[in-house]
């Protein structure tokens, strides 16, 4: 954040400038590659290469990329073996379009376990995102100068990675946000950015940092406000999230803080007042965006409670609003999986994953294929499950913390030791809910149950209502000899949410029947 000066404005050209070009590479060469055009295994999305550097030095197109690996999976030969999978950069380089966890967006709490198709309304007035992108590529070439426009353009950059599942637009948003600073210090637009950024790289210190920051200048960002509750509940830091919360609902009420002030009730097991506030902020949408935004959390809240009819309404409500919004596609096939419809749920996260392949539906289409077991299903799972690691070292290469993914993700269906130092690495950094069951279950899958009871209890230790967390708990309280207490957890998660995973619901009744 120095002074802005020849090197900050050269280098804030070549964003737009690189930008602008690769844009039109990407049109010329989408044709016959997007969703659609061919088999589910060859449009299997994967990684894409960094962006280019400040120094200018371009890669080749990011959709170069995506064609190759997509050939590559049509013809059944992507990374076969897992060493090919940390083979080398070189090889990473040609895997496609990865993905930002939806993290330390506008509006969409950090751990929501949906994917991050959502686009912020508030992000250039809404509409058409990437139109509006180029907009004010073409604006800053002509104004170069303009704080505010930077900032904006920093801020799409980050929504931009959510929703295509592209990190590559990281540094360009950190680059335009550097330059709307080097302009205007202390901007408090372009600070609320930082934080955004931050928290979408899962650096939730430095969100914080930025946040408040942010707000030391304008105590009514909405922005801010909200990326700040985010920051804080991905710390941990529960009871501070909450006070959180009431300020910025008291400051600056509004969708973007209804959905973070139901999301930190549910984490403490108050359901209750989590639909309230969520039915609240549907009743205030005021936009399809926001309709379907908050319409999926109460789609959402209801699956994870076992309502599936509940949860395929809202879902419905929200596609009603935005009929390609990938969240409630995504949470319409977890719903339609454990409603029995399988064939449904597998279309539903086929087109998400074609889009915007994320860890959590890599990972679920993944264990949706193992659950069909038709032929080539097995097959077709490991590729998914390959993908999260080409995924990872992408993340990781654009300055995206991706432990937590690797350690769930890996945990099942990967290197188990890999998994374990991830979730380690993880716990290092903060103490969620979400740590603490991502790092019980990573111990269990390496033989580690007794050290793995206590971060086990951990997790379910606030109310959260999470099937998967009272599974991981039950299997390892039986498996440290807690026999009454892991059949009334495993008994609890089926209760909750007997569908709660395509692979996992079916362990947890095994396991149950098991120590009957």
């Given at each position: 954040m120095g002074p802005g000066g020849q090197d900050d404005e050269q280098d804030g050209q070549r964003v737009v400038e690189q930008d602008h070009e690769q844009d039109g590479r990407r049109t010329e060469g989408a044709e016959g590659h997007g969703p659609g055009t061919g088999t589910a295994e060859a449009e299997s999305p994967t990684p894409s290469a960094p962006a280019p550097s400040p120094s200018g030095a371009a890669s080749s197109s990011g959709d170069e990329r995506v064609?190759?690996?997509?050939?590559?999976?049509?013809?059944?030969?992507?990374?076969?073996?897992?060493?090919?999978?940390?083979?080398?950069?070189?090889?990473?380089?040609?895997?496609?379009?990865?993905?930002?966890?939806?993290l330390g967006a506008d509006r969409v709490p950090a751990t929501a376990p949906v994917s991050?198709?959502?686009?912020?309304?508030?992000?250039?007035?809404g509409g058409d995102l990437d139109a509006s992108v180029t907009a004010l590529q073409t604006h800053l070439r002509a104004q170069p100068k303009d704080a505010g426009g930077w900032a904006t353009l920093g801020l799409a950059y980050v929504e931009q990675a959510r929703t295509k599942g592209d990190p590559s637009r990281y540094p360009r948003a950190e680059q335009a946000l550097r330059r709307s600073l080097s302009l205007a210090p202390g901007g408090d637009q372009a600070l609320a950015g930082r934080a955004a950024l931050a928290a979408a790289r899962h650096d939730f210190k430095d969100a914080l940092t930025f946040a408040d920051a942010a707000l030391r200048r304008n105590p009514y960002?909405?922005?801010?406000?909200?990326?700040?509750?985010?920051?804080?509940?991905?710390?941990?830091?529960?009871?501070?999230?909450?006070?959180?919360?009431r300020t910025a609902d008291a400051r600056k009420p509004g969708v973007p803080v209804f959905t973070r002030y139901a999301y930190v009730h549910e984490l403490r097991g108050d359901v209750t007042t989590a639909r309230r506030v969520l039915q609240q902020a549907l009743s205030v949408a005021g936009s399809p965006g926001d309709t379907a935004y908050v319409a999926t959390q109460l789609g959402q809240l209801a699956w994870n409670q076992g309502d599936y009819e509940a949860a395929l309404s809202f879902y419905a409500r929200a596609l009603a609003a935005d009929d390609g919004y990938l969240p409630a596609l995504e949470g319409r096939a977890r719903a339609r999986a454990a409603s029995g419809d399988r064939a449904g749920a597998v279309t539903d996260m086929e087109?998400?994953?074609?889009?915007?392949?994320?860890?959590?539906?890599?990972?679920?289409?993944?264990e949706l294929y193992e659950a069909r077991g038709a032929a080539g299903d097995r097959a077709r799972a490991r590729r998914?499950?390959?993908?999260?690691?080409?995924?990872?070292?992408?993340?990781?290469?654009?300055?995206?913390?991706?432990?937590l993914d690797t350690a769930l993700a890996a945990a099942d269906h990967g290197d188990k030791r890999a998994a374990l130092r991830a979730a380690r690495a993880e716990w290092a950094r903060r103490h969620t809910v979400h740590t603490a069951d991502a790092l019980a279950w990573a111990l269990h899958v390496n033989g580690r149950d007794a050290?793995?009871?206590?971060?086990?209890?951990?997790?379910t230790a606030t109310g959260y209502r999470s099937a998967a967390f009272r599974y991981h708990r039950g299997v390892i309280e039986l498996a440290t000899g807690h026999r009454a207490a892991g059949r009334a957890s495993l008994a609890s998660a089926l209760e909750l949410?007997?569908?709660?995973?395509?692979?996992?619901?079916?362990?947890?009744?095994?396991?149950?029947?098991?120590?009957e």
């Open positions: 064609a190759a690996v997509r050939r590559v999976g049509a013809a059944g030969r992507l990374w076969r073996g897992r060493a090919r999978l940390t083979l080398s950069a070189a090889l990473l380089a040609v895997a496609l379009t990865g993905g930002a966890i939806a991050a198709g959502a686009v912020d309304p508030g992000v250039l007035g960002s909405e922005r801010a406000l909200s990326s700040r509750i985010d920051a804080l509940v991905e710390l941990g830091r529960y009871a501070d999230a909450a006070g959180a919360a087109t998400v994953v074609a889009r915007s392949p994320l860890p959590g539906p890599l990972v679920e289409l993944g998914q499950y390959a993908l999260v690691d080409a995924w990872g070292a992408l993340a990781r290469a654009n300055g995206v913390n991706a432990d050290e793995a009871l206590p971060f086990a209890r951990r997790a949410n007997p569908g709660f995973s395509p692979l996992g619901a079916a362990r947890a009744r095994a396991a149950l029947e098991g120590a």
